[in-house]
């Protein structure tokens, strides 16, 4: 199975902060790669794929980049609407599997 | 917009059953995979099932395979997962999400709020 780390687990970072999350797979996935954002109590929600593909609707602050096995999510310009949990997922095989999320708090 | 609803959550006996439903509406239902996903605090998010848009194939997690059966009805719009021999790692919020399938390759685009599912004696 692939397994995907993310780090941090928690970022603690102000509005109008530029924020990166990071994420490893243990073995190459190409650009297989999803990021959701989960808040308290609610569904996650698919905000980038392929990579770097925008989902639509997804505010262009969000974007991504990376390949093979190391992966980036940036938010150029943190929102109070973006205080939540990003997990990115590989679906390059197995179904897909998850990160274990990284925190997003307001310091 | 699309709209899933999952139901059939509860709790139930290790070696117990239950079916979970997922009621779609705001999109081609036929013509899309769908997906079951679980949450649960120790295990994180988990990919469970997949089928596809015809019902022609379907995907299992290792962790499921031989327990679990997912299936949909096109017509009723209506996606299922029949979950037999439950264990307590099963206790899981479990979510139905309409996928993206590029050979076999799957992601989420968008899930329901999902259905709470707990074995326990």
């Known amino acids: 199975d692939i397994q995907m780390t993310q780090s941090p687990s928690t970022l603690s970072a102000f509005v109008g902060d530029r924020v990166t999350i990071t994420c490893r797979a243990s073995?190459?996935?190409?650009?297989?790669l999803a990021w959701y954002q989960q808040k308290p109590g609610k569904a996650p929600k698919l905000l980038l794929y392929?990579?770097?593909t925008l989902e639509s609707g997804v505010p262009s602050r969000f974007s991504g980049s990376g390949s093979g096995t190391e992966f980036t999510l940036t938010i150029s310009s943190l929102q109070p609407d973006d205080f939540a949990t990003y997990y990115c997922q590989q679906y390059n095989s197995d179904g897909g599997t998850f990160g274990q999320g990284t925190k997003v708090e307001i310091k | 917009e699309v709209h899933l609803v999952e139901s059939g959550g509860g709790l139930v006996p290790p070696g117990g059953s239950l079916r979970l439903s997922c009621a779609a509406s705001?999109?081609?239902?036929?013509?899309?995979?769908m997906t079951w996903v679980r949450q649960s605090p120790g295990k994180g998010l988990e990919w469970v099932s997949t089928i596809t848009s015809s019902g022609g194939l379907t995907y299992y997690a290792d962790s499921v395979k031989g327990r679990f059966t997912i299936s949909r009805d096109n017509p009723k719009t209506t996606l299922y997962l029949q979950m037999n021999s439950l264990r307590a790692e099963d206790t899981a919020l479990y979510y139905c999400?309409?996928?993206?399938?590029?050979?076999?390759?799957?992601?989420?685009?968008?899930w329901g709020q999902g259905t709470l599912v707990t074995v326990s004696s």
């Open positions: 999400a309409k996928a993206t399938l590029v050979g076999a390759r799957v992601r989420f685009d968008t």
């Open positions: 392929k990579a770097s």
């Open positions: 705001g999109f081609t239902f036929s013509s899309f995979a």
């Open positions: 073995q190459t996935i190409s650009t297989w």
